[in-house]
T-cell receptor, first 114, second 116 residues
Framework: QQQVKQSPQSLIVQKGGISIINCAYE??????FPWYQQFPGKGPALLIA?????SEKKEGRFTISFNKSAKQFSLHIMDSQPGDSATYFC?????????????FGKGTTLSVSS | EPEVTQTPSHQVTQMGQEVILRCVPI?????FYWYRQILGQKVEFLVS????????KSEIFDDQFSVERPDGSNFTLKIRSTKLEDSAMYFC??????????????FGPGTRLTVL
């Protein structure tokens, strides 16, 4: 299976709250898990990425949690801010090799209300 | 900070016409990609390119599509005879070759293609 299933489709969070977006995959060959952030009219920009040799990676307010046995990974945004309002995509390459495609989830539209 | 650039930002064309979308990848990157995103949908892989040849392509990338690196800096996507369903945002991306494993792909701002 080459799919990456992302949920929820949309998310509304109060300023200062925690935003959590989940992704699940089936292909055990997936070995690199980036999250991309996209603002309207712009290209996806890498936010944070993880390899399965660690269960968690934190960069500032953004944390990826990875559960290899459950084949799930999630993005946590702590202290969510209105500037975080964007669409977030999880992705994975079907092969851990240079030049391979990224398979994207369907995206989560995050709105952070002030 | 180096970035991927794309031109034009918006292209309007008539059905059946040929279009060429242009990209300048990050200068020291060796892998180049095209993706598309139909409005409101997920980003879909089209093709990857390395060492002047296609490395990988998806089912979407049929005979109507072609890619080329005409010189040392540009990377182009040609659609020979556009269809209404080709209307989408087209993103170019590039990545370094990092030990042969999957690496960060950096995306350009996109070209919005509208086929009338």
């Amino acid at each position: 299976q080459q799919q990456v299933k992302q949920s929820p489709q949309s998310l509304i969070v109060q300023k200062g709250g925690i935003s959590i977006i989940n992704c699940a995959y089936e292909n055990t060959a997936f070995d690199y898990f980036p999250w991309y952030q996209q603002f309207p009219g712009k290209g996806p920009a890498l936010l944070i990425a993880i390899r399965p040799d660690v269960s968690e990676k934190k960069e500032g307010r953004f944390t990826i949690s990875f559960n290899k046995s459950a084949k799930q990974f999630s993005l946590h945004i702590m202290d969510s801010q209105p500037g975080d309002s964007a669409t977030y995509f999880c992705a994975a390459p079907p092969r851990d090799q240079a030049g391979t495609a990224l398979i994207f989830g369907k995206g989560t539209t995050l709105s952070v209300s002030s | 900070e180096p970035e991927v650039t794309q031109t034009p930002s918006h292209q309007v064309t008539q059905m059946g016409q040929e279009v060429i979308l242009r990209c300048v990848p990050i200068s020291n990157h060796l892998y180049f990609y095209w993706y598309r995103q139909i409005l409101g949908q997920k980003v879909e892989f089209l093709v990857s390119f390395y060492n002047n040849e296609i490395s990988e392509k998806s089912e979407i990338f049929d005979d109507q599509f072609s890619v080329e690196r005409p010189d040392g800096s540009n990377f182009t996507l040609k659609i020979r005879s556009t269809k209404l369903e080709d209307s989408a945002m087209y993103f170019c991306a590039s990545s370094e070759q990092s030990g042969g494993v999957a690496d960060t792909q950096y995306f350009g701002p996109g070209t919005r293609l509208t086929v009338l």
